[in-house]
Nanobody, 125 residues
Framework: QVQLVESGGGLVQAGASLRLSCAASGHTFSSYAMGWHRQAPGREREFVAAIGWNNGLTTYANSVKGRFTISRDNAKNTVYLQMNDLKPEDTAVYYC??????????????????WGQGTLVTVSS
């Protein structure tokens, strides 16, 4: 059974940075795409970023492109989301996701094998 555990959320001011981590267990982590979605209060969950199994392919939502960077360490079974220049509109619960195959497209298209429990990011103005 796959378990995804996020950490690194918190309360920051606009313009600050945070790094989210997601530790995976119970699966062959390196074989699958990983990514992040987020859900703001009163809104639907939306795609944020995804990375293929071998770090070669990444994709981002337009709203975070140039500010967020996704990476993974397959030796540590961990995926990261470095978030820079945070804005109040980035406030949301961030969910780690494992895709159903090696392509980041699985994360974009919401073809998800497992979700984490979520970590809250709050950005004040």
């Amino acid at each position: 059974q796959v378990q995804l555990v996020e950490s690194g959320g918190g309360l920051v001011q606009a313009g600050a940075s945070l790094r989210l981590s997601c530790a995976a267990s119970g699966h062959t982590f390196s074989s699958y795409a990983m990514g992040w979605h987020r859900q703001a209060p009163g809104r639907e969950r939306e795609f944020v970023a995804a990375i293929g199994w071998n770090n070669g392919l990444t994709t981002y939502a337009n709203s975070v492109k140039g500010r967020f960077t996704i990476s993974r360490d397959n030796a540590k079974n961990t995926v990261y989301l470095q978030m820079n220049d945070l804005k109040p509109e980035d406030t949301a619960v961030y969910y780690c996701a494992e895709g159903t195959n090696a392509s980041p497209t699985s994360i974009v298209q919401n073809s998800i094998y497992a979700w984490g429990q979520g970590t809250l990011v709050t950005v004040s103005s």
